[in-house]
């Protein structure tokens, strides 16, 4: 597992302010050919947005040539369009905080059109935890949590829901939402960034990202309470699997990033997935996030005991053996590792585990279905097994 090239702390681990003494940036910068790109950004790596912005301004003349700064009022797609035609920077400093931006999908699929691969783009915001710990020390004892209340239902909730959706954008034009730190890695890896380094410093989070594809072209995800994945089904056949949501919104795009640098916990799943919301971990725990994966079963794409559906990202991790192996039955609701006294630790303890029951279902369906089944319901029930 290769070392990670940024701060792994939780946000709410993170203190509010003053962590600009710690910069993640040097560990990245060797794979960056252009000195003045390296220079700026190993500088640059520790400094809160005011310092930044003043280092920047008195070195405009040297680093001109390569490195482009957004002015504050750039924050609608068009105008980044306008800032940006018939240049090619090396690395953009996005000045203005991520949260304020209109359309900021948008905005960043802008930055991508305009940028050679392998370009850079510095950026920061604030975010849901910060924006939290700032309201609760703003306000007296009583009034607080009032505050944060509502903060938190009108540019979290709010901008999400259906009825109130229109009403939110129509008063605040979008100019001032409230991100998680999941959504603004999650929005930058979609619109074809490669994070390179995160950090919370001075009260803000700071990103570092380079170009590394072009956006990726699909429906941009929803708020919904229940989402819509494409697993890899029967004879590898893409299905949409159903479930309530579990992640902030964004998480399906960095996948890969966290794979990168979690280890694999008991099962198979992400260790310390920060992804997961605070609904989702006790959805989990009870079972209920898998509840309507039984639309699925029904109309034939599940069944009710076998392999655990799997992304392509992860369908990609598995031997070519066993991806062929795994192909010739129907993904099912309760995977089989949860039969096995002791639960995998690792992916390679997976694929044993899914062997094992693969092998034997293709001899003896029905009896190995319903042998895996009361295993299954025995650990759970007496074992206290659960979703993670």
């Known amino acids: 597992m290769k070392t990670p090239l940024f701060h792994l702390q939780y946000e709410l681990d993170q203190p509010y302010t003053e962590r600009g003494t710690e910069s993640g940036a040097k ?3 060797d794979e960056i050919d252009d000195p003045v790109v390296r220079r700026c950004l190993e500088t640059t790596g520790k400094m809160g947005q005011k310092e930044l912005a003043r280092w920047l301004q008195r070195e405009h003349e040297s680093i001109k040539d390569k490195v482009y700064v957004t002015p504050l009022t750039t924050y609608t797609p068009e105008a980044l369009d306008y800032r940006l035609e018939g240049i090619s920077p090396a690395l953009v400093y996005i000045s203005r905080p991520l949260h304020t931006i209109m359309m900021l999908d948008e905005f960043l699929h802008e930055a991508n059109v305009h940028l050679e691969t392998g370009a850079w783009i510095s950026c920061h915001s604030m975010t849901s ?6 309201l609760m020390k703003r306000y007296p004892w009583g009034i607080r949590h009032v505050a944060a209340a509502a903060h938190y ?6 901008p999400k829901l259906g009825l109130t959706r229109k009403l939110y954008f129509s008063i605040t034009g979008g100019k001032n939402r409230t991100f998680n730190r999941v959504e603004i890695l999650g929005r930058l890896y979609r619109a074809g960034f490669e994070v390179k380094d995160e950090q919370f410093r001075e009260g803000e989070f700071f ?3 380079q170009k590394v594809k072009p956006p990726v072209e699909d429906k941009a995800p929803t708020g919904s ?3 819509h994945l494409r697993r890899v089904g029967l004879n590898g056949k893409p299905i949409v699997v159903h479930k309530f949501r579990t992640m902030y919104t964004y998480s399906e795009y960095i996948q890969s990033y ?7 916990d008991n099962g198979g799943k992400f260790k310390n ?3 997961v919301n605070f609904w989702g971990k006790i959805l989990r725990k009870s079972w209920l996030d898998e509840l309507p994966m039984v639309w699925n079963m ?3 794409d599940m069944k009710l005991v076998g392999v655990r559906p799997l992304s392509q990202q992860y369908f990609s991790l598995y031997t070519p053996e066993m991806q062929e192996l795994r192909t010739r039955t129907k993904p099912g609701l309760l995977p089989p590792f949860y039969y096995d006294a002791v639960t995998p630790e690792s992916i390679d303890d997976v694929q044993a585990s899914e062997r094992r029951y693969l092998e034997a279902y293709l001899k003896a369906p029905f009896r190995t279905d319903w042998r895996y089944f009361w295993g299954i319901v025995g650990n759970i029930v007496f074992r206290n097994k659960r979703s993670k």
Not at 129 to 134: D, E, F, M, P, W
Not at 153 to 158: A, G, P
């Open 153 to 158: 239902m009108w540019h979290r909730v709010c």
């Open 258 to 264: 966290i794979y990168r640098y979690q280890n694999l």
């Open 273 to 275: 997935d920060y992804r």
């Open 207 to 209: 990103v570092i990202a």
């Open 27 to 29: 560990l990245f910068t």
């Open 129 to 134: 935890v910060l924006k939290r710990k700032l």
């Open 225 to 227: 309470p229940i989402i």
């Open 298 to 300: 029904i109309q034939g």
